[in-house]
């Protein structure tokens, strides 16, 4: 294949990826009532990570994004009744973020909404089409040599009464 049509394939898959990203926030918005697409990132993030170690690097890290972007969005969250944060007892540096009971009975409802989402999203792809799809992004995203801290491993997520 000639250099220009691999240039062309690399502008091609970028843009497409970009439009991609951007589509799936405004339609996955769409699909939820009281949460954006990030902000119930933020919170899938937080039961993703151990607890007591959802400090917002470990979940900016997690969405892949950074510490700014989740300290907004967290601040969003927490104004709204369904974050608390309080300092780290391993880092006096670090700023830890749990879950509320509202914001348990928030992510629960996002969740089904998200399946719904997702249901309609992956309609036409076959499941190893899916992990197909799933191998070459990790593969895209690793581009520079950082691993995905994704969301690979199963939980089973109980809503903790008592703890906030």
């Known amino acids: 294949?000639?250099?220009?049509?691999?240039?062309?394939?690399?502008?091609?898959?970028?843009?497409?990826l970009f439009s991609l990203a951007n589509k799936l926030q405004v339609k996955g918005d769409q699909?939820?009532?009281n949460l954006t697409s990030r902000q119930l990132m933020v919170m899938i993030a937080i039961i993703h990570l151990p607890k007591g170690e959802a400090s917002?690097?470990?979940?900016?890290?997690?969405?892949?994004?950074?510490?700014?972007?989740?300290?907004?969005?967290?601040?969003?969250?927490?104004?709204?009744?369904?974050?608390?944060?309080?300092?780290?007892?391993?880092?006096?540096?670090?700023?830890n973020v749990a879950l509320t009971p509202l914001g348990d009975q928030a992510l629960i409802a996002g969740g089904e909404l998200g399946l719904k989402f997702f249901t309609d999203?992956?309609?036409?792809?076959?499941?190893?089409?899916?992990?197909?799809?799933?191998?070459?992004?990790?593969?895209?995203?690793?581009?520079?040599g950082e691993e995905q801290d994704g969301f690979e491993e199963e939980i089973h997520y109980q809503p903790s009464e008592g703890e906030h």
């Open 1 to 16: 294949m000639d250099d220009e049509r691999v240039i062309f394939l690399m502008q091609q898959t970028y843009a497409t």
């Open 31 to 33: 699909y939820q009532k």
């Open 56 to 95: 917002l690097n470990a979940i900016a890290r997690k969405m892949g994004t950074t510490k700014q972007s989740v300290k907004q969005l967290v601040a969003l969250l927490e104004n709204r009744g369904y974050l608390v944060t309080a300092p780290s007892l391993r880092d006096k540096r670090a700023v």
């Open 121 to 144: 999203l992956f309609h036409d792809f076959t499941p190893q089409e899916m992990e197909t799809l799933w191998g070459l992004l990790k593969k895209l995203y690793r581009f520079d």
